[in-house]
C-alpha cells in the first residue's frame, strides 16, 4: 500500500528558507544526500507546489550519469542517482498562477483537493511525496500525511518559512533516527491519528 510522506530539510528552529529567501544552509552534503536518495528510491510520484517545482525543475534536466571510464569513483554519483530517480517520477503541480508545466511526467492541478489526493495515495503502486511547506500544511491539515522525514540541519536561521504549519495538530510514534557527521539529525515519524 503507498504512503504519502512529507520530506523537509529545516533549520533547528524550524524553517526551511530564512528570512531573506536563502536556503542554501540545508544542501546536503554526500552523505545525507546518499540517505535522502535511498529513502525516495520507492517515491513513484511527487506532489509540489509552485515554488518547490521552480527549485526542483533542475533536476529535470541534471545528466544522470554514466560513471567515469577510468574505474574512478564519479563524483558526481550522488547527484547523477537523484536526477535518475527524480525524471524517472510522475510530478504533479499545484499552482493557481503557474501558466503551464513543461517537465515530461508532469501536470498542472489548479487547486489542492483532499479527497483527490486520497485517491491518487490509495491508488498508487508506489509511494508519493509531498514537497513544500506551503502545499504540505494543505495535507497535513486534511490528515493525509502518512510519515514525516525531517532532517534537522545544525543551525538557527531565527525566521523565514516555517517546515511545519503552526495551526495543525498532529500525534506522531517515532520510527526511525539517524545522526550523520555533519550534524544533521534525521528523524521519521509516523501519523498516529
Request: no cysteine.
Amino acid at each position: 500500500m503507498a504512503r504519502l510522506a512529507y520530506t523537509t530539510i529545516a533549520s533547528l528552529d524550524g524553517y526551511v528558507v530564512d528570512a531573506s529567501g536563502d536556503f542554501s544552509w540545508s544542501a546536503p552534503d554526500e552523505e545525507v544526500h546518499t540517505f535522502i536518495n535511498e529513502l525516495e528510491r520507492p517515491t513513484g510520484t511527487y506532489l509540489l507546489g509552485r515554488r518547490m517545482y521552480e527549485v526542483m525543475s533542475v533536476w529535470e534536466t541534471m545528466p544522470t550519469g554514466p560513471p567515469t571510464s577510468d574505474g574512478q569513483p564519479d563524483p558526481d554519483a550522488v547527484t547523477h542517482d537523484f536526477a535518475r530517480l527524480w525524471q524517472a517520477a510522475d510530478k504533479v503541480v499545484y499552482s493557481s498562477t503557474l501558466a503551464s508545466v513543461t517537465a515530461p511526467r508532469t501536470r498542472l492541478e489548479r487547486e489542492f483537493d483532499p479527497a483527490a489526493v486520497r485517491s491518487l495515495v490509495a491508488s498508487a503502486q508506489r509511494n508519493v511525496s509531498i514537497g513544500g511547506p506551503t502545499l504540505a500544511s494543505h495535507a497535513i491539515r486534511a490528515g493525509l500525511v502518512d510519515e514525516y522525514h525531517l532532517f534537522l540541519t545544525p543551525i538557527v536561521v531565527g525566521g523565514g518559512v516555517r517546515s511545519l504549519p503552526d495551526d495543525a495538530r498532529v500525534t506522531l510514534e517515532l520510527r526511525d533516527e539517524r545522526r550523520f557527521s555533519s550534524g544533521v539529525v534525521y528523524l521519521r515519524y509516523q501519523a498516529t491519528g
